[in-house]
């Protein structure tokens, strides 16, 4: 009888040593200058299957022309997947979850807000959401904070949230403008 049997890993199993080796061993970036509008399209369709049946109203606001960013498009998918899973988790009985792109010509950076009305945060815990394991859901890892947060500042940008108990959470993402291409302010359009 063999000593050592390798069995494969259940799907939560994988994903968990997935999230435990993409944050202790951040992959390499391969930043392309990326229209974020598309990619929150992309994202949007993956992440629909799950909006589904819940009571969540998506919509997107991307001003146009929106400058590009220069990002790595997997690891950035990466990010927004888990900032949207965590806004649909936090609304287990329904409402809406929002993602609004902007140009900050100011500050050479590109805006993404995700908002949603759940649940919010509580106050005593707001300090620990990007520690690494820190979860308060039964069946989390705790890393989607913190991978999501690791990623942006090697893309030289922030992250920061803003949350109410009982109101809803915003989430704020800054990213540098990609070189040579700055929007001006300009009109809002809506999509999908
Ligand atoms: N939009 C949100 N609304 C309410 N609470 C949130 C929101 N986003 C994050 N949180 C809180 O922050 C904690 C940490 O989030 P994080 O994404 O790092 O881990 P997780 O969602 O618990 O697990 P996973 O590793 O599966 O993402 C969550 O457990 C939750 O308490
Ligand atoms: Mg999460």
Redesign the pocket.
């Known amino acids: 009888m063999a000593l050592f049997q390798s069995t494969p890993l259940c799907g939560a199993k994988q994903s968990l040593l997935t999230?435990i080796l993409n944050y202790t061993r951040p992959r390499q970036l391969f930043p392309e200058p990326t229209d974020l509008g598309h990619l929150i399209g992309d994202v949007h369709q993956m992440i629909a299957e799950g909006l589904e049946g819940r009571g969540i109203t998506y919509r997107q606001r991307v001003e146009t022309p929106l400058s590009d960013v220069s990002v790595d498009v997997d690891q950035f998918k990466q990010v927004l997947i888990?900032?949207l899973?965590?806004?649909y988790?936090?609304m287990p009985a329904g409402g809406e979850l929002a993602v609004f792109l902007r140009n900050k010509p100011d500050d050479k950076n590109v805006e993404i807000e995700i908002r949603?009305t759940?649940?919010?945060?509580p106050p005593e815990?707001q300090d620990k959401?990007?520690r690494p394991y820190?979860?308060?859901?039964t069946?989390?890892?705790?890393?989607?904070?913190?991978i999501?947060k690791q990623i942006i500042e090697r893309h030289g940008g922030t992250i920061a949230?803003d949350?109410k108990k009982g109101t809803?959470?915003s989430?704020l993402i800054r990213l540098p403008m990609a070189e040579g291409r700055s929007e001006g302010a300009s009109e809002c359009k809506p999509s999908s």
């Open positions: 999230d888990n900032l899973k965590n806004a988790q936090a949603d759940g649940e919010g945060i815990i959401l990007f820190f979860t308060t859901k069946t989390g890892t705790g890393l989607g904070l913190a999501s949230l949350s809803g959470t989430v």
